[in-house]
């Protein structure tokens, strides 16, 4: 079932979101929903605080070019182990701020522990956009968006616009 996705300024994408205890057949039927609302946006990850709820939980696909074969993965529990000293910029936006795209500078490498659908412990090396995208996606379930990596002007000008796309939302 696709979910509706909070749209910045929302209370709910401030906060810390909870770790969860054991994988029930619950979460990975939420996990399938924000695979099918991810797909649908379309995006490449997506995590659960943004569709108001505050487990952490993350989701996300990075294998977007046709032709690619596509890599569903979801992960409970995610942290970054490990990054690497280089960094990389890429051009960031996310589902809850549409159509805003800002350079972001994070680590280009992480390592990545995270609980899988099955319950099982995962640990994995990311970079290119993978590692991009999982960590602004566990940014989330610390109440962190990729607009707090910019200038305050910067931010509070893409804020006003989300103000306004609410308003023009809520009217139609
Ligand atoms: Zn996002």
Request: hydrophobic share 40%.
């Amino acid at each position: 079932m696709k979910r509706s996705i909070l749209i910045h300024p929302d209370p709910r994408l401030k906060k810390v979101a909870a770790p969860v205890a054991d994988v029930s057949d619950a979460l990975r039927a939420l996990a399938d929903d924000m695979l099918e609302t991810m797909y649908d946006a379309p995006g490449i990850g997506l995590a659960a605080p943004q569709i108001g709820i505050m487990d952490r939980l993350i989701v996300l696909d990075c294998e977007k070019n046709e032709g690619d074969t596509p890599r569903p993965m979801v992960m409970f529990n995610p942290e970054v182990v490990a990054s690497s000293d280089e960094q990389n910029t890429y051009e960031e936006g996310c589902l809850s701020i549409p159509e805003q795209y800002a350079d972001v500078t994070r680590p280009a490498d992480v390592t990545v522990r995270w609980m899988d659908r099955d319950g099982e412990a995962c640990e994995e090396t990311f970079g290119g956009l993978w590692a991009t995208c999982v960590q602004h996606e566990i940014d989330h379930l610390e109440g962190k968006l990729f607009i707090d990596y910019l200038r305050p002007l910067k931010r509070q000008l893409i804020t006003r616009k989300m103000v306004k796309l609410k308003r023009e939302m809520a009217r139609s």
